[in-house]
Nanobody, 124 residues
Framework: QVQLVESGGGLVQAGGSLRLSCTAS????????MAWFRQAPGKEREFVAS????????NYADSVKDRFSISRDNAKNTAHLQMNSLKLEDTAVYYC?????????????????WGQGTQVTVSS
């Protein structure tokens, strides 16, 4: 079992930045993928970014590429999502997720472990 705890959400003006963190506890392995998804009201949960813990391989949704950056601190079992140039449409609940996999899935159904979510609100 893996437990995930997110932190760092909040309210920010458009164009601003926020940093989300997700700390994993329990049994993690080198082949663990940690990812961020988000869900806006009335919309489906969508993939944002992922990182493989063993080699740092990253994957991004086109909508956040060049604005968001995912990184990891293996010593602390933590993944960070640095969000820059935030837009109104980035407003959502952001969820951390994890899966032990040789792939880097972008579908939420592929992930086994989820955090409780943290609200990110971008205002004009």
């Amino acid at each position: 079992q893996v437990q995930l705890v997110e932190s760092g959400g909040g309210l920010v003006q458009a164009g601003g930045s926020l940093r989300l963190s997700c700390t994993a506890s329990g049994r993690t392995y080198s082949s663990t993928i940690m990812a961020w998804f988000r869900q806006a009201p009335g919309k489906e949960r969508e993939f944002v970014a992922s990182i493989r813990l063993n080699n740092g391989y990253t994957n991004y949704a086109d909508s956040v590429k060049d604005r968001f950056s995912i990184s990891r601190d293996n010593a602390k079992n933590t993944a960070h999502l640095q969000m820059n140039s935030l837009k109104l449409e980035d407003t959502a609940v952001y969820y951390c997720a994890a899966v032990i996999s040789v792939w880097s899935p972008t579908s939420s159904s592929a992930y086994d472990y989820w955090g409780q979510g943290t609200q990110v609100t971008v205002s004009s």
